[in-house]
């Protein structure tokens, strides 16, 4: 069987940050949008279409990676950290996808029209419901910071990564490429190389 690859396609690594990036306005957007009664007509226009569009971006993601091969953590990552990065991982699959469903879901439960832009009507998913649209709205706001707990997490371990390990992880997701990994293997034989040339010119 071929070695994993070192590093995510360059697909994966595109949605990636493009979602990161709007995955973390629409949160700022979202609690703008609540505390502010004049900015909320121009922050929903906003919030909407990114919203829908983050929920097909999220599907054309996950597709995605079931079909694609991943790169392997390194070996000797603790079995503890393994299990805490594919959790995390699915974690953030699932709230990437419940987080539009639900906002969609609120705004059909409230009786209110989906219309992400122009004349695109999205149909309602959920009865009108005022019951309904109570539970949703709350669950919209509790998976939001659920959301954001699970980012913070990941950014803490992707700089652990980069910062403390530099064990390639990070480097596998990077949005541009940033050269190979040198390894303690390599950096030893690089200075026994150069121990042996400093030898070799005192000899001379
Ligand atoms: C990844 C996608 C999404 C994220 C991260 C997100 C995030 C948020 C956040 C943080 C809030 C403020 C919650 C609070 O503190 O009370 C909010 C409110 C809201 N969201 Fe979303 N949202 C997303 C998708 C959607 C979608 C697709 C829709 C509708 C089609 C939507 C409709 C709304 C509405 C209407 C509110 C305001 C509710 C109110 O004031 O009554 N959201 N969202
Ligand atoms: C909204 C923010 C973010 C979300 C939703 C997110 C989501 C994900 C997901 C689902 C993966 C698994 C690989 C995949 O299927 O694509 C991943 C991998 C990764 N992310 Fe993020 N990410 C976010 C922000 C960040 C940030 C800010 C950083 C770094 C500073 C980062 C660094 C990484 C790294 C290094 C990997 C590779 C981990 C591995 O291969 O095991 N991510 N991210």
Redesign the pocket.
């Known amino acids: 069987m071929s070695r994993a690859p070192d590093h995510h396609d360059a697909f994966a690594r595109t949605l990636h940050w493009l979602m990161a990036v709007l995955?973390l306005a629409?949160?700022f957007v979202?609690?703008a949008?609540?505390s502010s009664i004049t900015l909320r007509p121009a922050l929903?226009a906003l919030?909407?279409p990114i919203?829908?569009a983050?929920?097909v971006l999220a599907i054309v993601r996950l597709v995605h990676r079931l079909f694609r091969r991943l790169p392997a953590l390194p070996d000797d990552l603790p079995a503890w950290q393994r299990l805490a990065a594919h959790a995390s991982h699915w974690a953030l699959y699932a709230l990437?996808l419940a987080?539009?469903l639900v906002?969609?879901g609120?705004?059909s439960a409230a009786g209110n029209p989906?219309v992400?832009w122009g004349d695109v009507h999205l149909p309602a998913i959920a009865a009108h419901d005022p019951a309904l649209y109570s539970v949703l709205?709350s669950a919209?706001?509790w998976l939001?910071r659920a959301?954001l707990a699970v980012i913070l997490l990941h950014l803490s371990a992707a700089l652990y990564h980069a910062w403390v390990r530099r064990d390639g992880v990070f480097r596998s997701m990077a949005p541009v490429p940033l050269g190979r990994a040198v390894d303690a293997d390599e950096t030893a034989v690089d200075a026994d190389e150069t121990d042996r040339d400093m030898k070799a010119e005192n000899a001379v």
Request: no cysteine.
């Open positions: 995955i629409m949160l979202g609690v949008m609540v929903l919030h909407r919203g829908i983050l929920l990437m987080m539009p906002g969609w609120m705004v989906v992400p709205r919209h706001a939001a959301l």
